[in-house]
Antibody
Framework: EVQLVESGGGVVRPGGSLRLSCAASGFTFDDYGMSWVRQAPGKGLEWVSGINWNGGSTGYADSVKGRFTISRDNAKNSLYLQMNSLRAEDTALYHC??????????????????WGRGTLVTVSS | QSVLTQPPSVSGAPGQRVTISCTGSSSNIGAGYDVHWYQQLPGTAPKLLIYGNSNRPSGVPDRFSGSKSGTSASLAITGLQAEDEADYYCQSYDSSLSGWGVFGTGTKVTVL
C-alpha cells in the first residue's frame, strides 16, 4: 500500500526539541521530493519545510528557519524533521507530504500528491 | 495571514453547484504560478483534488473542476453531494516570500 506514516510527536516544553520521522512505503522514495506541512488546532494548513529527491536542496518557512532542519535517508525510505527551540506557536499536527517532481524546488511543480495522517506536537509548559 | 485569500465558508443544497475563489496577486497567481487544490474531510489528512490549475488526479470525480484567470483561481463543485462537506485549500507559490509554497486561508463547504 502506498502510504506515509509519521511518528515522533509528543508534548515538549518551550525551548525543547523533538525529531519527527515519516516512513514511506509502497513507492520508490527517491523518485519524489518531500515536505512537511503543519496544521495548528482548528486552523489552516501551513507549509513548513521541503527537500528534493537527494537532499541537495532544502527550504523552510520563515517561521521555522534556523530552528528546524529537514533531512531524508533514501536507504531507509524515511523523512525527518529536527525541531529545536520549540515555541508554543509550533503546536500543530505535522503532516509529511510527497511532491511528484523529484527535482522541484518551489514554483509551480511544488505540490503534494500524497499525505500522511500526521503526528501531533504540543509545546506547553 | 496568507497571501492567498479564500472565503471562510460556502454552502449549497445537494445537487447544486458551488464555487470557491482563491484570490492572490501579481507575485503568485498573477505571475503565472500554478494553483493546486486540496480537500480535507473532517478528521482526515488533506487529499490532492486539482493540480496545475485544472488537472484532476486519477480517482477524483469530474464533478470537481479548477480554473485560473488573472490573479485568481476557482474550484467548482457541481452536483454537490453530502460527502463533499469538507475544508478546501488552494495552494501556489509566491515569489515575494522565501518559502517554497503557500496555502490559501481555507474554505468550509457545507451541504445544506
Amino acid at each position: 500500500e502506498v502510504q506515509l506514516v509519521e511518528s515522533g510527536g509528543g508534548v515538549v516544553r518551550p525551548g525543547g526539541s523533538l525529531r519527527l520521522s515519516c516512513a514511506a512505503s509502497g513507492f520508490t522514495f527517491d523518485d519524489y521530493g518531500m515536505s512537511w506541512v503543519r496544521q495548528a488546532p482548528g486552523k489552516g494548513l501551513e507549509w513548513v519545510s521541503g527537500i528534493n529527491w537527494n537532499g541537495g536542496s532544502t527550504g523552510y518557512a520563515d517561521s521555522v528557519k534556523g530552528r528546524f532542519t529537514i533531512s531524508r535517508d533514501n536507504a531507509k525510505n524515511s523523512l525527518y524533521l529536527q525541531m529545536n527551540s520549540l515555541r508554543a506557536e509550533d503546536t500543530a499536527l505535522y503532516h509529511c507530504a510527497r511532491v511528484p517532481d523529484p527535482l522541484a524546488v518551489a514554483g509551480s511543480e511544488w505540490y503534494f500528491d500524497l499525505w500522511g495522517r500526521g503526528t501531533l506536537v504540543t509545546v506547553s509548559s | 495571514q496568507s497571501v492567498l485569500t479564500q472565503p471562510p465558508s460556502v454552502s449549497g443544497a445537494p445537487g447544486q453547484r458551488v464555487t470557491i475563489s482563491c484570490t492572490g496577486s501579481s507575485s503568485n497567481i498573477g505571475a503565472g504560478y500554478d494553483v493546486h487544490w486540496y480537500q480535507q474531510l473532517p478528521g482526515t489528512a488533506p487529499k490532492l483534488l486539482i493540480y496545475g490549475n485544472s488537472n484532476r488526479p486519477s480517482g477524483v470525480p469530474d464533478r470537481f473542476s479548477g480554473s485560473k484567470s488573472g490573479t485568481s483561481a476557482s474550484l467548482a463543485i457541481t452536483g454537490l453531494q453530502a460527502e463533499d462537506e469538507a475544508d478546501y485549500y488552494c495552494q501556489s507559490y509566491d515569489s515575494s516570500l522565501s518559502g517554497w509554497g503557500v496555502f490559501g486561508t481555507g474554505t468550509k463547504v457545507t451541504v445544506l
